[in-house]
């Protein structure tokens, strides 16, 4: 994490971080900083590094769109020096969950909770990244892929090692809506499952407060609280230096900050296999595992979503070759106990990443089965859009490799930012809104008071982070 508060301030950071080291799921961070940044909001765009946008000659179709923009950088045969990285120049950035109603436009044709107002990030946002650091945390080895003309020593001479530059500062963070408003929607969404509707849907409830100071230091002490393997650090919305939203400058800009321990989907083209492993099940860390292990509701809850994420890959993987490689494992983070399970499959050979985003996207866990009409139910009884929040963040390596998460455990912050007077840190400056989102999936035997606690054991990443800070009104 040094490396993240040394960061210059006048070079946006974009991080992708393995916490706790694990051979085979976090063995990985890559740092970059933008060359540009590509946007689909209903229509695809590109914003030059000077702040300049335009919009493409696209078709307006996002996973249409998302394949032509790949085609555009993709390496045919990666340099062997290359070899063996997972990320060799690419794109980094995120999915909104709301992307989904493009995907399957079936699920937006429910009634949407009154007042719901439209999503006010980008349903994509990705960083065109050619040049970035990766570290090995197995080897701690750092590997440079791209050319740059300053390295990790300029950046480690140039940041401000004046500890007040992380500083920041929370209000009291309080739930967007009245907790009794929110175990009500739980009571509904066990009314539509014993009506038939659905088996399952993940509601999910938010909370907020304004948020002054680094957001950089916000994101050092999340990510060393959560232990995240699929954690992000991600400043977006900036310009070049002296435009609006710059380092520099003073403008709208907007931070993600995720601490997943989630794996949406990881793809390798060497061999085609795509591997998926979603979490279903939560007790606080205090919790014996074996209390998880043992509830019939939990395991039940996870077969669900697992049955669901084969169908998903089995309508773009080769026949037989999706298996569940794991049907339920019970994973200790620093915070909570999950139950896991796992799933693969080999692309066929004329899918793209596009099309596996089509099949899936967004993941099972967080939306429910069957998923259209639980996207319906969401929709319905959720006040606000989700936004990047239950979306996917990651990378897609000019390799064709790609590796998303499921951005659960993730803080949006929107706002302003004025680093004209130095400050250091990066996200240094930052005034706006921080929220963050937590929930679960709700099954026939659901008790809503028990899940409402359950939403509030999964913030314990963030009241760790904002220790000291105003009391957690929600709790």
Known sequence: MAVAAAWPADRPLLMLHSGRVHSRWARWSILA???????????SRWEGPDGSAAPLDFAHEPMADLDRLLARTRLQT??????????????????SYDLGRHVEPAARHGAAHPGQTPPAWPLIELARCPHAFLYDHLERTWFEVGRSDWTLETAALSGDDDGHALDFATETLRPAIDPDAF?????????????????????????????????????CKAAAAGGAWYGAYLELGDGAPGAPGAPGGAGEVRRLISVSPELFLHYDPVDRRVITRPVKGTRPAMADPLELRRSAKDEAELNMIIDLMRNDLGRVCRFGSVRVASPRAIESHPTVHHGVGEIHGRLRDEVTAGGLLRATFPAGSVTGAPKIRAM?????????????YCGAIGFFSDSGRLCLNVAIRTLVLSGRCDTSGGGGGGGGGFEGMLEYGAGGGIVADSEPLAEYRESLDKTAVLREALRGQPAFAAT
């Open 183 to 219: 175990v009500a929607a739980i009571a509904r969404t066990i009314e539509y499952i014993a009506a038939g509707d659905i088996f399952q849907a993940n509601i999910t409830q938010r909370f907020a407060a304004r948020f002054t100071g680094s957001t950089r230091g916000l994101w």
């Open 376 to 388: 319906q139910i969401i929709e319905a009884l959720e006040p606000m859009p989700r936004g990047p």
């Open 33 to 43: 900083s933008p060359a540009g940044t590509y946007r689909f909001d209903g229509r």
């Open 78 to 95: 990666p340099s062997p020096e290359l070899a063996g990285l997972p990320f060799t120049g690419g794109w980094i950035g995120y999915l």
